[in-house]
């Protein structure tokens, strides 16, 4: 038995919900290029789950039920009060999440229909968690979620409690588009791991924001901001970048396990970042991610992933730093709660084998005599 480091290379599971091929990326046949200028984000959860397009009858449909479920239990927000101000935002998100779980009678009920509705509910409830602990840090009361809007739309309405730009929305609904699903990514992995030992959707959820929280995974784009915010002036990526490869350090938002040609969906993000700074009327933060891909492109021959240029759109529409990897986890949430869906379709407990490297014949040897 010879191990894979990272399992780099494994074909882990079958699944028809997203595929790459020859860096292109497609949400059930697909290609993220025209999801990312025509579909909704609604729209795309909707292509996840039930494997088509929405007609406008079931799209409709599914708004209603995001409308509907978009509140969360008095005693969930209330436990959020209790929380340190200064918790971590995806620690939150994953204690939140898992005490949903004991809030709904159904919980463990691991029918199709149950883990549908329920993969509904976390859709539109996860931002309203998210939303409302931003408030609650800041000594405000959450806002109560509207009728009739779209995710996005509620998500930045919540934040606020201001109507948001269209532009704004539109912005953040094409994110979310582009992060909702990516195959067998690490976080979806952790999700079709626990599903597949028959525990329960929030049990997966759970898993996943705490694998999507990791630095080498969704916590990147907060860390691309941190870096952006070291630069501080166009002069000084240079001497910047250079200093943090020399020292060997990882550049964030650079790299991919699967992509070496580029990240489809980078380029959608970096358009977004370029458009909001020339509405904005100040490009110094789009100014600067483009010489560090520059730099970092032309010394390493490393691409910008998803995180690169997110990163620059969620700081120009005004959304603080450490809610990055939270809005993350509101997209792939689509994501991950179809894998759960397909796992449990046709479900076998995962679960591979080590290579063994330690010590043998080794001899037990009582405690009186160590
Ligand atoms: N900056 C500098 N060097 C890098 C970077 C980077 N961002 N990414 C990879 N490298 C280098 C490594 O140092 C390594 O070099 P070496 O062979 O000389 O030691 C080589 O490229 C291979 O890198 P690995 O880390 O082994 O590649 P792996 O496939 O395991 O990791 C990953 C992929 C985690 C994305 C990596 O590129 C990385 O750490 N990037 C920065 C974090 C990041 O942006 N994560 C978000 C990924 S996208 C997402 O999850 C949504």
Do not use: C
Request: charged share 20%; glycine share 6%.
């Amino acid at each position: 038995m010879t191990a894979t480091k990272g399992l780099e290379g494994i074909v882990a599971a079958t699944s028809s919900i997203s595929s790459i091929h020859d860096g292109v990326l497609a949400y059930r046949g697909i290609n993220i290029d025209e999801l990312a200028e025509r579909a909704s984000f609604e729209e795309t959860a909707y292509l996840l789950w039930y494997g088509k397009l929405p007609n406008q009858a079931e799209l409709g449909r599914l708004q209603r039920q995001f409308s509907d479920y978009a509140a969360v239990p008095d005693a969930v927000l209330e436990q959020m009060k209790l929380y340190p101000q200064t918790a971590n935002t995806m620690a939150v998100l994953r204690t939140a999440v898992s005490a949903l779980a004991l809030y709904d009678e159904n919980a463990n009920d691991n029918s199709r229909e149950n883990n549908q509705l329920k993969a509904i509910k976390l859709q539109t409830q996860i931002p309203t968690l998210i939303a409302g602990f931003a408030r609650i840090r800041q000594g405000q009361e959450p806002v109560a979620p509207l009728k009739d809007v779209s995710i996005a739309h509620n998500f930045l309405y919540m934040l606020t409690g201001v109507e948001p730009d269209p532009i704004a929305v539109r912005a953040l609904d094409q994110a979310l588009v582009l992060h909702a699903d990516h195959e067998l990514n690490a976080s979806t992995f952790s999700a079709r791991v626990t599903i597949a030992t028959l525990s329960d959707i929030y049990s997966g959820v759970t898993s996943a924001i705490g694998t999507l929280k990791g630095p080498l995974h969704g916590g990147a784009n907060e860390a691309v901001m941190n870096m952006l915010a070291e630069i501080v002036t166009l002069e000084q990526a240079e001497p910047y970048i250079q200093k943090k490869l020399a020292n060997k350090e990882k550049i964030m938002g650079f790299g991919h396990r699967v992509y070496k040609n580029g990240d489809p969906r980078a380029k959608h993000l970096q358009n977004m970042s370029r458009q909001l700074s020339i509405l904005q009327g100040d490009s110094t933060l789009y100014d600067i991610s483009v010489k560090v891909e520059q730099l970092v492109t032309g010394q390493k021959g490393l691409k910008p992933n998803v995180d690169f240029y997110s990163a620059s759109v969620y700081t120009m529409l005004g959304i603080p730093r450490d809610l990055f990897t939270p809005i993350f986890a509101i997209s792939r949430l689509s994501g991950w709660t179809a894998h759960i869906l397909e796992q449990l379709e046709d479900n076998r407990l995962i679960r591979p084998r080590a290579e063994y490297t330690g010590v043998t014949n080794q001899k037990y040897v009582p405690i009186e005599l160590r």
